[in-house]
């Protein structure tokens, strides 16, 4: 109890997903959630609750419009946050990109990563050692 979730960027595209899935459900689950972007591919959000885990089949859903109504997401709006280049995994955000308007500030991405150190007896990474990298998990 007591989350905050702001100034996020949701971007998915199974046509099963859920734009958030609880266990039971109060209303101070979380304390804010607000100031975010929401973007599924070719789907509506939905929040999914269940009502026990051993009953998956019990599973209520309920839209983004109710979900508003329970007092979050004021600010937060769906649109896509035009990424750089999904396909490549460059999820820098174009100069466009409506989540400035929210004030969603940039991953310094060029800081994040391997980084040479005393430290780490695997740096350098040989170019064909690549398996740290994940794949891409969205193909829109």
């Not at 060029?110 to 690549?130: Q, T």
């Amino acid at each position: 109890s007591g989350n905050r979730f702001i100034r996020n960027i949701v971007y998915y595209a199974n046509p099963d997903a859920f734009l958030i899935s609880t266990l039971g459900w109060t209303k101070e689950m979380f304390a804010e959630s607000d100031y975010n972007v929401f973007f599924h591919f070719g789907g509506d959000l939905h929040r999914r609750e269940w009502s026990s885990i051993s009953r998956p089949d019990a599973a209520s859903s309920e839209s983004y419009a109710r979900w508003r109504q329970l007092g979050y997401e004021a600010h937060s709006i769906i649109a896509d946050p035009l990424f750089v280049d999904v396909q490549n995994d460059d999820f820098r955000l174009k100069p466009d990109s409506p989540a400035f308007k929210l004030g969603f500030k940039p991953i310094p991405v060029e800081r994040i990563g391997l980084y040479p150190s005393p430290n780490r007896a695997s740096w350098p990474v040989p170019e064909h050692y690549d398996i740290w990298r994940e794949e891409p998990v969205l193909n829109p």
